[in-house]
Nanobody, 121 residues
Framework: QVQLVESGGGLVQAGGSLRLSCAASGRSIRSYSMGWFRQAPGKEREFVSGISWSGGSTSYADSVKGRFTISRDNAKNRVYLQMNSLKAEDTAVYYC??????????????WGQGTQVTVSS
């Protein structure tokens, strides 16, 4: 079992930045692909970004490419999402997830509780 806890969300003005952190416990995430998803009110949860177990491969939704950066520190059992140039449409609850399969088939075996990100325009 992997427990995931997100932090770093909050209220920020459009154009601002936030850094989300996902702390894992229970077991090492070294062998897991990790990802960030988000769900806005009235919308389905959507993929934001993913990173392979080694950190060598990353993937981003078109809507966040060039603005968001995912990274991981396996020694600290943490994953990060640096979010720059935030827009009102980035407002959502952001979830961290771990998947034992490769990044290409990421579905999420374990999920965190989410952290709210609100971007004011």
């Amino acid at each position: 079992q992997v427990q995931l806890v997100e932090s770093g969300g909050g209220l920020v003005q459009a154009g601002g930045s936030l850094r989300l952190s996902c702390a894992a416990s229970g077991r090492s995430i070294r062998s897991y692909s990790m990802g960030w998803f988000r769900q806005a009110p009235g919308k389905e949860r959507e993929f934001v970004s993913g990173i392979s177990w080694s950190g060598g491969s990353t993937s981003y939704a078109d809507s966040v490419k060039g603005r968001f950066t995912i990274s991981r520190d396996n020694a600290k059992n943490r994953v990060y999402l640096q979010m720059n140039s935030l827009k009102a449409e980035d407002t959502a609850v952001y979830y961290c997830a771990a998947d034992a399969d490769g990044l290409e088939h990421f579905e999420g075996d374990y999920w965190g509780q989410g952290t709210q990100v609100t971007v004011s325009s």
